[in-house]
């Protein structure tokens, strides 16, 4: 179900359902993250392949007219593998495999694959091992189907024998429980770790994968964060003190969420993302330039409630104003104004205009707006130190009017 890191890059052809509740060009925009995330496991997307549907057929996804085109060009072209955009069931892929003859990939199983290639640390790993696992376990029926073959002999259950998806289901559900015993035994000494901080504010960079959040990590605690222009770069939570004009903070940027994040991760990685639900400030970055950035919006919006962090104070910070694209409409169009189609002052009074949370417009590349970042943070974090050390202020007036 899953690929090991290659060196060459493998072509693919890229395959999603249009459903009711989807536009054509959010289906196109789902399907430029899919091949960038393709992209990042060293995939290339050579063709796209798109059906409108009510709902995706049960069986192969698509439906037959659509699955003998897709088969027909992988055929001519000798195309090894196939991409989803969606998750897929045992069935599904073992039909698409019979039927297309080529390797199948999903979405989840893509997303597991980069994260697997990205883990550094031995945490990092045993977390994504554990998500690979959950992923299996509930398709290990599609999987072996088409295997009837018994074990038989001394020892066996009953001495009958057990079918060989029965042992692999024993052998899953074991690991399963091997590897969240020592994630436990992990979570207890980082818990400890995070509590020999003291009392310091705690900020958390948080946002869409790929918006730029640790290139901003970078620039605020001048530090050097891995940072790279591809998905995922960052999955294990780094943790920074920084202290601006003699006030100190902890920093913590960790991995970033994506459309449809693989349940099996949100729950293994609920551990890492404790420097979230703990933190005082979210810092919630977006890559303003992105076309689609609302709905990223939505999506981190989304995984914030779901790890139970949605109740915190967030900071909007939209990063890339160096890139935004700015095309303006036509007098003919009278479609909405969407980004893209109002200018960036536009934008950014219309934002702050509509939305409660504080905002700021910033390009990380270009470090413009970086000291008013820094401003705006210096005071947050001091409203917190004052409302969490009330007499701070008044003890320090009084000292220094006994001078």
């Known amino acids: 179900m899953g690929r090991e890191k290659e060196d060459a890059t493998e072509k693919a052809v890229l395959i999603s359902a249009v459903t009711p509740e989807i536009t054509e060009i959010q289906a196109n925009e789902y399907l430029d993250e899919l091949e960038f995330l393709a992209a990042t496991a060293s995939i290339e997307g050579v063709r796209r392949f798109m059906q409108r549907l009510d709902r995706p057929v049960s069986s192969t996804y698509v439906g037959k007219g659509k699955l003998q085109?897709?088969?027909?060009y992988i055929a001519e072209n000798d195309i090894p593998l196939a991409v989803f955009d969606d998750e897929l069931s045992g069935a599904q892929v073992r039909n698409l495999e019979k039927e297309l003859g080529c390797a199948i990939l999903d979405r989840t199983s893509l997303i597991l694959d980069i994260f697997a290639m990205r883990a550094q640390t031995a945490y990092a790993k045993t977390q994504v091992q554990l998500a690979r696992y959950q992923y299996i376990l509930p398709r290990l029926t599609g999987m072996w189907s088409h295997l009837e073959r018994q074990r038989g002999g001394r020892g066996t259950r009953g001495g009958a024998g057990e079918k060989q998806l029965e042992t692999d289901k024993r052998i899953v559900t074991d690991k399963?429980?091997?590897?969240?015993?020592?994630?436990?035994?992990?979570?207890?000494?980082?818990?400890?770790?995070?509590?020999?901080?003291?009392?310091?504010?705690?900020?958390?960079?948080?946002?869409?994968?790929?918006?730029?959040?640790?290139?901003?990590?970078?620039?605020?605690?001048?530090?050097?964060?891995?940072a790279e222009n591809k998905l995922f770069a960052t999955l294990d939570t780094t943790v920074r003190k920084v202290v601006i004009d003699n006030t100190p903070f902890l920093l913590s940027d960790t991995v970033g969420f994506i459309r449809k994040l693989p349940h099996q991760l949100v729950e293994s990685f609920k551990s890492t993302l404790d420097e979230v639900r703990e933190a005082d400030i979210l810092l919630h970055v977006v890559d303003v330039s992105h076309p689609n950035f609302e709905d990223q919006i939505k999506v981190v919006k989304n995984t914030l409630e779901e790890i139970g962090a949605s109740s915190k104070p967030v900071f909007m910070v939209f990063n890339k104003i160096d890139a935004y694209k700015f095309t303006p409409k036509s007098e003919f169009d009278l479609g909405p104004d969407r980004p893209g189609k109002i200018s960036l002052r536009q934008l950014e009074e219309s934002w702050i205009a509509k939305e409660n949370s504080p905002a700021i417009f910033i390009s990380a590349k270009e470090k413009k707006g970086i000291d008013k970042l820094r401003n705006d943070l210096y005071?947050?974090?001091?409203?917190?130190?004052?409302?969490?050390?009330?007499?701070?202020?008044?003890?320090?007036?009084?000292?220094?009017e006994t001078e």
């Open 69 to 72: 085109e897709i088969k027909e």
């Open 176 to 226: 399963i429980s091997q590897l969240k015993d020592l994630l436990k035994k992990i979570d207890r000494q980082m818990a400890t770790q995070r509590s020999n901080r003291g009392q310091l504010v705690r900020v958390s960079l948080v946002g869409y994968t790929n918006v730029g959040k640790s290139t901003i990590m970078n620039l605020l605690s001048k530090s050097n964060v891995f």
């Open 379 to 400: 005071n947050m974090v001091g409203q917190i130190i004052r409302g969490r050390y009330p007499f701070t202020g008044f003890l320090w007036q009084n000292f220094e």
